[in-house]
């Protein structure tokens, strides 16, 4: 007998409480574990991480490998990962079959941390989940452009894949509902519109009805950069994810940004 959906979400952050919404909307019994908490997997089927690897390697499975390995009715592992480990690829696009290559120590750990949980769930269904840059509600251009910090830096031709929360959680509750062979699979999470920064702020400004922010040359910008938004600046990619999308059986609800700014502004945003 099948035991009946329990899902335990490692991160009770932006992403894993959209999820585990989603998960609770459609009738799955929920709970959310933070790093103080020791969580009974007892009755586990389905197991996602949301939390970043530290220096010592990913901090769940270091105090919890042994009890995921043990769990008794656990059959699906994922885990939320960043695109940010296709390394940087001159603006060429990469898909699910394009071998790593991270160029930060971050984006390292991340693909070490990738490794870490495919081999923790050996012999149950494992998503790696690569995700592109996250937005949503109280995460948009909107809060800068608000509270005028908001920067159009003028860098021509370097883009950035985006990712709706709402899409994470859709793209999420797909895999889970699937009936899957044991076995890694690779998914990327980015919308179907690839686009400069400066764009995206352009357009939320539009929404607004504010002035659109003046241009900042990129190199007087790099000054003032934090070392997070440098890594990010250092990489130029496009991503695709038909493979994934035809996987899931799923289009996304926020294919550009456009679609999703303008719904989130509509729900008061």
């Given at each position: 007998?099948?035991?009946a959906?329990?899902l335990?979400?490692?991160?009770p952050?932006?992403s894993?409480r959209?999820?585990?919404?989603a998960a609770e909307?459609?009738?799955?019994a929920?709970?959310?574990?933070?790093?103080?908490?020791?969580p009974?997997l007892g009755?586990v089927?389905?197991?996602?991480?949301?939390v970043?690897?530290?220096?010592?390697?990913?901090?769940?499975?270091?105090?919890?490998?042994?009890?995921?390995?043990?769990?008794?009715?656990?059959?699906?592992?994922?885990?939320?990962?960043?695109?940010?480990?296709?390394?940087?690829?001159?603006g060429?696009?990469?898909?699910?079959?394009?071998?790593?290559?991270?160029?930060?120590?971050?984006?390292?750990?991340?693909?070490?941390?990738e490794?870490e949980?495919?081999?923790?769930?050996?012999g149950?269904?494992?998503?790696?989940f690569?995700?592109?840059?996250?937005?949503?509600?109280g995460r948009?251009?909107?809060?800068?452009?608000?509270?005028?910090?908001?920067?159009?830096?003028?860098r021509?031709?370097h883009v950035?894949?985006r990712?709706?929360?709402?899409?994470i959680?859709?793209a999420?509750?797909?895999?889970?509902?699937?009936?899957?062979?044991?076995?890694?699979?690779?998914?990327?999470?980015s919308?179907?519109d690839?686009?400069?920064?400066?764009?995206?702020?352009?357009?939320?400004?539009?929404?607004l009805?504010?002035?659109?922010?003046?241009?900042?040359?990129f190199?007087?910008a790099?000054?003032?950069?934090s070392?997070?938004?440098?890594?990010f600046?250092?990489?130029?990619?496009?991503?695709?994810c038909?493979?994934?999308k035809?996987?899931?059986g799923i289009?996304?609800?926020?294919?550009?940004?456009?679609d999703?700014?303008?719904?989130?502004l509509?729900?008061?945003?």
């Amino acid at each position: 007998m099948t035991a009946a959906p329990r899902l335990l979400v490692f991160g009770p952050g932006y992403s894993g409480r959209a999820v585990a919404g989603a998960a609770e909307a459609a009738g799955w019994a929920v709970a959310l574990a933070g790093r103080a908490d020791a969580p009974d997997l007892g009755a586990v089927t389905h197991l996602l991480s949301t939390v970043p690897p530290g220096e010592d390697g990913d901090p769940v499975l270091a105090r919890f490998g042994a009890t995921i390995a043990a769990a008794p009715v656990l059959r699906w592992i994922g885990y939320l990962s960043t695109t940010g480990v296709y390394g940087d690829r001159a603006g060429a696009w990469v898909d699910e079959a394009t071998p790593p290559l991270p160029g930060s120590d971050r984006s390292r750990r991340r693909l070490a941390a990738e490794r870490e949980w495919e081999a923790a769930g050996a012999g149950r269904a494992v998503d790696i989940f690569r995700l592109a840059g996250i937005y949503g509600p109280g995460r948009t251009p909107f809060e800068d452009l608000r509270a005028g910090r908001a920067r159009r830096i003028n860098r021509p031709g370097h883009v950035f894949g985006r990712i709706h929360r709402d899409d994470i959680a859709r793209a999420v509750m797909a895999a889970m509902a699937q009936d899957r062979a044991p076995g890694v699979r690779v998914l990327n999470l980015s919308d179907d519109d690839p686009a400069e920064p400066q764009a995206v702020i352009a357009e939320a400004a539009r929404l607004l009805g504010l002035p659109v922010p003046p241009l900042v040359p990129f190199d007087a910008a790099w000054e003032s950069m934090s070392p997070m938004a440098r890594s990010f600046w250092a990489e130029n990619r496009k991503v695709d994810c038909r493979r994934t999308k035809s996987a899931l059986g799923i289009e996304w609800r926020y294919p550009s940004y456009r679609d999703g700014l303008r719904a989130i502004l509509a729900e008061g945003g």
